[in-house]
Structure formats: structure tokens, C-alpha cells
């Protein structure tokens, strides 16, 4: 093991953290506070996101339907 990787703040594998430009027009995320999970395939009836819409394009308003919790707690789940 070499310990030499540096990481930038504290962000780890798998978080999204507000950077869409990681995310794929497929990415499924997860809320990390209820397990709710945004697949662009449905999109998002409580917030009228028509089907076929990615996670990056979602409105900066979006929030998880289910607990309210904002768009940069959610983890990237593919
Ligand atoms: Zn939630």
C-alpha cells in the first residue's frame, strides 16, 4: 500500500457534491437521508420531470420528493 494519494477536501467515492459534470445522462443517484432514488428513465412525477431527463439537468430547485433534502446529498449510485 502507498498512501500517496491526495485527496481535495473530504469528498469521497460515490458522493455527487454538487459537481454535475461527473454525473452521466444515465446516473442513477440516491438520497443519502431516505434511500430515494432518482433514475432518469422515470423522471419525477412530484416535480414534473418528464422521463428521460438526467440528474445534471434537473432544475437547481429540485429537491428529493420524499424528504425534502437537496440535490448535493444525493450519492451516485451507477
Ligand atoms: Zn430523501
Redesign the pocket.
Known sequence: MSGSTSFEGSSFEGSYGGDASRLQDDSILE??????RYDPEQGDDVWQIEPGTPFSQLPDHW???????AKK??MVVR
Open positions: 438520497c443519502k437521508v431516505c434511500w430515494y429537491r428529493c420528493p420524499q424528504c425534502d433534502g446529498q444525493f
